[in-house]
C-alpha cells in the first residue's frame, strides 16, 4: 500500500509540473504574440502615409464639362461681338479636347426666354460655320421661371486633371509620440499645392498617361546639316551680326 501512495503521490507530481510547464509556454506565447502584433501595428501606421508625393495625391484623370454661359438680354436676340468670338472659340477647342458632342441648354420660363432662343440658333449656325457637325449639336430647354435673366449655355465634356483636396493635416507637425515624427517622414500635405497646379495647367491630361506621338522632323534643315557634316565643317548655325539684338556692352 505504501508503494502504491507513492507512486500516485508521484504521478500527481507529475501531472502539476507538466501543467505548470504548459501554462508558461501559453504564457510566453501570448507575450510573444502581443510583442510581434505591437511590432506589427507600428510598422503598418508607419507606412499608410507614402513617401512619394505623387503617392499621397496623384493626379486622376476623369471627364468634366466646360461650360460657355451667355447672358442675353430680354431686348436683344442676337449675340454680341464678344459673345460670337466666345462660340467660335469653342468650336475649336471641341475639335481638339471633347469626348462627346455639344449641347446647348436654352433657358424657358424666364424674362429672356425668347431672346434666348433666337440666339440659340445663331449660336448653331456659327457651330456649323466652324464645321462641327450638325449630329453632335443637340439643344435642349431647362426650366428657368424664377429666373428673370438666366443664361444661354453651350457645353461639351473633355478629359480633366485633378489632384487633391490640399489643405488635409491628419497628423501634428510637432513633436509627438508617433513613429511618423521620430523617422522625419515628410508631412501629408507637401506636395499637393505642385501637383494640384500641375494638373490645372497641363494643355493636354493625356500627357500625364502617356507622350505624345513624334511628328515628322524638319526635312530642309537636315539635309543642310548633313551636308555639312559630310564636308567636315560645322553644323551650327552661323549668325552673321550676332550683337545686332543687344541694347548694352556689359559683359564684353
Not at 126 to 134: G, R, T, V, Y
Not at 218 to 229: A, D, W
Request: glycine share 8%; proline share 7%.
Amino acid at each position: 500500500m505504501g508503494t502504491m501512495a507513492m507512486k500516485i503521490a508521484g504521478s500527481k507530481a507529475e501531472q502539476r509540473a507538466r501543467s505548470a510547464r504548459v501554462g508558461v509556454r501559453a504564457a510566453m506565447t501570448v507575450m510573444l504574440a502581443s510583442v510581434l502584433g505591437g511590432c506589427y501595428t507600428t510598422r503598418d501606421v508607419t507606412e499608410t502615409i507614402p513617401n512619394d508625393y505623387k503617392l499621397r495625391h496623384p493626379i486622376s484623370l476623369q471627364e468634366g464639362e466646360k461650360t460657355v454661359a451667355l447672358m442675353i438680354g430680354n431686348q436683344r436676340g442676337t449675340l454680341t461681338p464678344a459673345q460670337r468670338a466666345d462660340t467660335v472659340a469653342m468650336a475649336r477647342t471641341w475639335k481638339r479636347e471633347a469626348t462627346g458632342g455639344i449641347i446647348i441648354d436654352v433657358p424657358t420660363g424666364g424674362g429672356n426666354a425668347r431672346s434666348a432662343a433666337e440666339a440659340a440658333r445663331e449660336v448653331q449656325s456659327l457651330l456649323f460655320a466652324a464645321e462641327i457637325p450638325q449630329h453632335v449639336v443637340r439643344v435642349r430647354r431647362y426650366e428657368a421661371a424664377e429666373m428673370k435673366f438666366a443664361p444661354l449655355k453651350i457645353k461639351y465634356t473633355r478629359v480633366t486633371a485633378d489632384a487633391g483636396p490640399c489643405g488635409l493635416w491628419p497628423k501634428d507637425l510637432g513633436p509627438y509620440g508617433d513613429p511618423l515624427y521620430w523617422e522625419n517622414r515628410p508631412y501629408w500635405n507637401l506636395g499637393c499645392a505642385y501637383q494640384r497646379n500641375i494638373a490645372a495647367m497641363v494643355d493636354n491630361p493625356a500627357d500625364l498617361v502617356q507622350p505624345r506621338g513624334e511628328t515628322p522632323i524638319y526635312t530642309p534643315r537636315r539635309t543642310v546639316v548633313l551636308e555639312k557634316y559630310r564636308k567636315g565643317e560645322s553644323t551650327a548655325t552661323n549668325y552673321p551680326n550676332p550683337d545686332a539684338g543687344k541694347i548694352s556692352d556689359i559683359g564684353k
